[in-house]
């Protein structure tokens, strides 16, 4: 199993820029990929960023230009760097681990962003 610890959400003006991390640990192979989902009140969980370990990247349209996400293979450790954040980006935000072959998948545990005067 891996397990999966976020940090970094919190309260941001609009315009500011919040950075978000999330470690693994556990039984963690050389396949795997990294990601950030989010969960606004009423709306369905979406992609926002994902993240190979080989370095391969993948966002949203609605945050491309804004969010990077970035990986330090190392420490099995995956962040969001979000600047010009906007009222519309808030929710929760959730990390996720797949690994293959088997797809294993799993969720961390949420962190809210609030963007808001």
């Known amino acids: 199993q891996v397990q999966l610890v976020e940090s970094g959400g919190g309260l941001v003006q609009p315009g500011g820029s919040l950075r978000l991390s999330c470690a693994a640990s556990g039984r963690i192979s050389s396949n795997n990929v990294m990601g950030w989902y989010r969960q606004a009140p009423g709306k369905e969980r979406g992609l926002v960023a994902q993240m190979t370990n080989g370095g391969s990247r993948h966002y949203a349209d609605s945050v491309k230009g804004r969010f990077t996400i970035s990986r330090d293979n190392a420490k099995n450790t995956v962040y969001l760097q979000m600047n010009s954040l906007k009222p519309e980006d808030t929710a929760v935000y959730y990390c996720?681990?797949?690994?293959?072959?088997?797809?294993?998948?799993?969720w961390g545990q949420g962190t809210q962003v609030t963007v808001a005067s």
């Open positions: 996720k681990f797949i690994q293959w072959p088997e797809n294993y998948q799993t």
